[in-house]
């Protein structure tokens, strides 16, 4: 792996391949491991960049005084040290939120999004009973042992259908996760971002698997309807993770366009 210090933070990532630049945000209690093959498939037409987002993977623990606000900027900082000239960034669960926070606070340095089981912030699209649900469930990873937890929540992000390998792979990558980081994200993903969709003009696609258990399907369509040039796109059979050839091939459809 390579690394960037950006405002004194080292961030780490993957990177290959050639042509449009695709910033690839990694979700919760994982890192840039999980895009695996996926990751080459990209580069494959594309210039992949996976990072490790801050307190994640190889990159370093995230200040305790961060914001909304310093998050968005280390991902503006990481786009300007590598000189990516206006990436497509592709955010997953929390990398939606990161990549929406990027769009608001520094949409001059993206050129699109690609959206994928996304949230407007937990409370900007879930409901308030969920929203209390999700805010315990995320507060118990914190101090509970990682087999009390760790197949629920994975039965919650990936359908009875998906690649058993991925599951595996997601569930080792669980096991290098820091407490602190979570602690660091949960302001983060308590957001409400409804507010900042409409002036989010770059073209954004907004991928969802038709079983996803984390984000509602109102969620993504109202996000789709509320970014002006949004358009939405369900995968069948896919849950709350929906790599696959399917999303391959919305992101490389997605990618050509703006080539």
């Given amino acids: 792996m390579d690394a960037v210090e950006v405002a004194g933070l080292l961030i780490a990532y993957r990177r290959a391949g050639s042509g449009t630049p695709l910033l690839l945000m990694h979700g919760a209690l994982e890192d840039s491991r999980i895009w695996g093959a996926e990751f080459d498939r990209f580069a494959t037409h594309a210039d992949a960049i996976a990072w490790?987002?801050?307190?994640?993977?190889?990159?370093?623990?995230?200040?305790?005084?961060?914001?909304?606000?310093?998050?968005?900027?280390?991902?503006?900082?990481?786009?300007?040290?590598?000189?990516?000239?206006?990436?497509?960034?592709?955010?997953?669960?929390?990398?939606?939120?990161?990549?929406?926070?990027?769009?608001?606070?520094?949409?001059?340095l993206i050129g699109g999004l690609v959206l994928i089981g996304a949230y407007a912030g937990l409370a900007g699209s879930?409901?308030?009973?969920?929203?209390?649900?999700?805010?315990?469930?995320?507060?118990?990873?914190?101090?509970?042992?990682?087999?009390?937890?760790?197949?629920g929540f994975l039965d919650s992000v990936y359908a009875p259908g998906a690649d058993p390998r991925r599951r595996e792979l997601a569930r080792s990558l669980l096991a290098d996760w820091r407490p602190a980081t979570t602690r660091a994200v949960l302001p983060v993903l308590q957001l409400d971002l409804r507010a900042a969709l409409p002036a989010i003009t770059v073209p954004t696609l907004v991928v969802r698997g038709s079983e996803d258990a984390r984000s509602p399907r109102s969620?993504?369509?109202?996000?789709?309807?509320?970014i002006p040039d949004a358009r939405f796109a369900e995968i069948e059979g896919a849950g709350h993770d929906c790599a696959g050839p399917e999303l391959d091939a919305l992101v490389a459809e997605f990618i050509a366009e703006r080539t």
Avoid: Q
């Fill in 219 to 226: 969620a993504s369509l109202a996000m789709t309807a509320a």
């Fill in 126 to 151: 879930l409901g308030p009973e969920m929203l209390a649900e999700r805010i315990r469930s995320v507060e118990a990873t914190i101090d509970r042992p990682m087999n009390e937890w760790a197949e």
């Fill in 52 to 108: 490790d987002a801050p307190g994640c993977g190889g990159s370093g623990d995230v200040p305790t005084s961060w914001d909304e606000h310093d998050w968005a900027s280390a991902a503006a900082g990481f786009i300007e040290a590598l000189d990516l000239r206006r990436p497509v960034i592709v955010g997953f669960s929390l990398g939606s939120v990161l990549a929406l926070l990027t769009a608001r606070d520094h949409l001059d």
